[in-house]
């Protein structure tokens, strides 16, 4: 059983559409972060929550710590943003930095 | 201030052989930890490290093991490199180990075992 859940796998949508990936955990956290990653390319942290929410530009994220539910928005998606989001929950408690993935959502955006 | 730094960024080995994959966290923070990702198993935890000491272990064999210099620059190394090695290497820096701090990646070493 994985500890991150994310939904869908794949998503492909339009220019201008509003897109919504979901992440649901298992185990306790201490934040919950959600990653890009380009094709090829290394990793980069869009947002680190450990409640409520956040906003920077055209990107939202939410988290609920009592449904242990985030989720991340794009509105007005582009094709720039077209790569691969990923999930990651650091572990509370003494297990100090460890993160458990999500498998990842693949989005293409179409012009 | 400068990211993360991986090197080498790409790396090629014949089975068997050992390879060391290094690590620079940002300025200032002390904790690394280490991430495999794999198209088959996506990315899983290796190892962690805080003040030059292994906090945490992933479930991964003996063959792969770690250290933590002084400067928190850490290295990882694989012996004894098998066709399944093969994987992007990612390594991410925080200042602090547990709480909600923010965790800062590398581009990650692409290993190729032929």
């Known amino acids: 059983k994985n500890e991150v859940e994310q939904s869908p796998q794949n998503l492909t949508a339009q220019e201008g559409e509003f897109i919504t990936i979901n992440c649901s955990y298992s185990?306790?956290?201490?934040?919950l972060h959600w990653l890009q990653q380009h094709p090829g390319g290394g990793i980069v942290s869009l947002f680190m929550l450990s409640s409520g929410k956040k906003k920077h530009g055209r990107l939202i994220a939410t988290i609920n710590i009592q449904e242990k539910h985030s989720s991340l928005h794009i509105t007005a998606s582009h094709p720039r943003d077209s790569a691969v989001y990923i999930c990651a929950v650091r572990s509370g408690g003494g297990t100090g930095n460890q993160f458990y993935f999500g498998t990842g959502t693949s989005l293409t955006v179409i012009p | 201030k400068a990211g993360v730094t991986q090197t080498p960024r790409y790396l090629i080995k014949t089975r068997g052989q050992q390879v060391t994959l290094s690590c620079s966290p940002i300025?200032?923070?002390?904790?690394v930890s280490w991430y495999q990702q794999t198209p088959g198993q996506g990315l899983q935890f290796l190892f962690e490290y805080f003040s030059e000491t292994q906090r945490n272990k992933g479930n991964f064999p003996g063959r792969f093991s770690g250290r933590q210099f002084s400067n928190s620059r850490s290295e990882m190394n694989v012996s004894t490199l098998e066709l399944g090695d093969s994987a992007l290497y990612l390594c991410?820096?925080?200042?602090?180990?547990?709480?909600?701090?923010?965790?800062?990646f590398g581009q990650g070493t692409r290993l190729t075992v032929v």
């Open positions: 185990v306790g956290i201490s934040a």
């Open positions: 991410a820096s925080s200042l602090v180990r547990t709480g909600p701090t923010e965790a800062f």
């Open positions: 300025s200032g923070h002390r904790s």
